[in-house]
């Protein structure tokens, strides 16, 4: 082949280039040009394989051509490519403007629940009164869920209770009054303290019980404290939580930790007393227990119990939170169904 041949090759094979290249819409579309005439099968490289018919003088002068060839390729194909992308990029600005006008995605809010809000309404009470919020463990010393509360060893109270055990000396506690023992123990008199929390029952779940629920304690001790201050405290709770036509009943019961003891009713704040579904005919519905702190209890938290007196109360707060917004069942204040919750 004369060298003649070749550059003519050349130079139509660089047409053919330009000509597709301009033509060319996209990267891709300019990538398999590049395959097609500068790749390892390209149709340079098949003009480079015709070299050896080429007179040998004649070589230098040819190849000096095909680089050419491809230089001039190559820096048509730069130039195509970034008019391509200048393109591309301008279109994306036009179409992919942000309207600002749009409305917004509304954000999702939490919601309290009404275990939460019977919680912080009880504190709110409590704290007016002017009492402390303190808390205590959950896994707790049976020591101090039974033993420091006057239940022994083979106290029928601790079957009553039965809970979940850890090992023979730690317990999830049944109840929140163990923190009144621990609160008694720091020695700082006067108290007046709730203590909310979780406790737990080795019990079956039904429309009223669960294995895990919640209290709320309470404890006052001071020189003088009388089980009139108890009803008093009691009775005034009794009206804020539930209206100020709510009366109050004190029957006698019994809790190791105090004496004497009792279950402090509210009149049906639906029925105002007369009797209906909601009390069951009863006009009056259970809601805490309490009593005056055992002489026994004092002495074992290192108490004086002929200098000092004082009460002390539990209450479910599930039950408040039942009561307060009729609700029937249990089990729907713990399976957080949004579309129950959302109503509180
Ligand atoms: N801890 C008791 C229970 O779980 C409730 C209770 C009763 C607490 C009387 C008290 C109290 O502080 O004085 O059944």
Redesign the pocket.
């Known amino acids: 082949m004369s060298d003649g041949s070749m550059k003519e090759r050349l130079n139509s094979i660089v047409a053919s280039a330009m000509e597709s290249m301009q033509k060319a819409a996209s990267p891709d579309a300019l990538n398999e040009i590049r395959v097609r005439i500068l790749g390892k099968k390209g149709e340079l490289k098949e003009v480079m394989k015709g070299m050896k018919d080429v007179a040998p003088e004649d070589r230098p002068k040819v190849g000096q051509l095909v680089n050419e060839a491809r230089d001039r390729i190559e820096e048509r194909m730069a130039e195509i490519k970034e008019k391509i992308e200048q393109e591309q990029l301008e279109m994306r600005l036009a179409t992919e403007t942000i309207d600002v006008t749009l409305p917004a995605k509304k954000a999702v809010l939490g919601h309290r629940h009404p275990n939460q809000i019977a919680l912080e309404e009880l504190e709110r009470i409590f704290i007016g009164m002017g009492y402390e919020v303190v808390e205590g463990p959950e896994v707790e010393y049976d020591e101090y869920n039974f033993t420091k509360l006057n239940i022994p060893a083979n106290h029928p109270a601790k079957d009553e ?1 039965d809970t979940f055990y850890i090992n023979k000396e730690i317990v999830l506690r ?4 163990p923190t ?1 023992a621990r609160v008694m123990e720091q020695g700082k008199l006067p108290i007046r303290m709730i203590s909310p929390g979780r ?1 737990f029952r080795s019990d079956e779940v039904d429309a009223t019980h669960s294995p895990s629920f919640h ?1 709320i ?3 006052v001790v001071d020189k003088n404290i009388t089980l009139a201050d108890l009803k008093g405290t009691l009775e005034q709770f009794a009206k804020e939580i539930f209206g100020p036509e709510t009366k109050t009943k004190f029957r006698p019961h019994h ?1 190791p ?2 004496e004497p ?1 009792a279950e402090m009713d509210v009149s049906c704040f639906k029925c105002g007393g007369k009797g209906c579904r909601f009390c069951k005919g009863e006009g009056w519905i259970e809601i ?4 005056m702190v055992h002489p026994h209890v004092f002495e074992m938290c290192g108490i004086d119990p002929n200098e000092y007196t004082g009460f ?3 209450v479910g707060l599930e039950r408040i939170a039942l009561l307060k917004y009729e609700i029937d069942d249990m089990r729907l204040l713990y399976e957080n169904d949004q579309r129950f919750l959302n109503q509180f």
């Open positions: 209770q049944t109840q929140t009054s009144q406790v209290q304690e309470g404890l809790f930790f105090t003891s805490l227990g309490c009593g002390a109360f539990g």
